[in-house]
T-cell receptor, first 114, second 117 residues
């Protein structure tokens, strides 16, 4: 079974631009969560989607948004990029979205803001 | 609110020596507990999880962890490490209650394990 796939792996943008990151979960998984990883703040939860609905959101500004499609693939969008948005963005999937199920992570998208 | 504290930011150890990576958590509700490992330029890989039952859980690559409810700890151990265990290790918790905690893992700051020959 293929794992969680994130594209692209690397991205370079400039301040003020916007970016869209993509995540394809493990086949059959319906829950997708997104995390931001930085050296200073560590791993922080962005949001979770289940069956196309956002069920939970972390403490990030409205510039960070996401969506999930009917095939469970998910995208996250960051608008008006700031230098502080430079990070590794990780996506994780679970089968039925129950919290006793472990999350399976992709290799991430490394976003660099110039 | 939940928080996770990994007591050591870096742990150097020699090959074939035992190792313990310490994790304490704070939560007002019952939690599930996880350990993940991250190798350079990769995502997180699940090592083991505690959901309920026996407090000693075994995971992949010879790792095990013990849940101690009274001390709110979930320390990770391995009796004999290899060079290939060099990586960053993360302890994480999730709320058992669902609701506003859906899909959210709260992570510790990570422990970098370096195994020397």
């Amino acid at each position: 079974k293929a794992g969680v796939t994130q594209t692209p792996r690397y991205l370079i943008k400039t301040r003020g631009q916007q970016v869209t990151l993509s995540c394809s979960p493990i086949s059959g998984h319906r829950s997708v969560s997104w995390y931001q990883q930085t050296p200073g703040q560590g791993l922080q939860f962005l949001f979770e989607y289940f069956s196309e609905t956002q069920r939970n959101k972390g403490n990030f500004p409205g510039r960070f948004s996401g969506r999930q499609f009917s095939n469970s693939r998910s995208e996250m969008n960051v608008s008006t990029l700031e230098l502080g948005d430079s990070a590794l963005y990780l996506c994780a999937s679970r089968q039925d979205g129950q919290d006793n199920q472990p999350q399976h992570f992709g290799d991430g998208t490394r976003l660099s803001i110039l | 609110a939940q928080s996770v504290t990994q007591l050591d930011s870096q742990v150097p150890v020699f090959e074939e020596a035992p190792v313990e990576l310490r994790c304490n958590y704070s939560s007002s509700v019952s939690v599930y507990l996880f350990w993940y490992v991250q190798y350079p330029n990769q995502g997180l890989q699940l090592l083991l999880k505690y959901l309920s039952g026996s407090t000693l859980v075994k995971g992949i690559n010879g790792f095990e962890a013990e849940f101690n409810k009274s001390q709110t700890s979930f320390h990770l151990r391995k009796p004999s490490v290899h060079i290939s265990d060099t990586a960053e290790y993360f302890c994480a918790v999730s709320d058992r209650g669902g609701g506003t905690s859906y899909g959210k893992l709260t992570f510790g700051q990570g422990t970098i394990l370096t195994v020397h020959p």
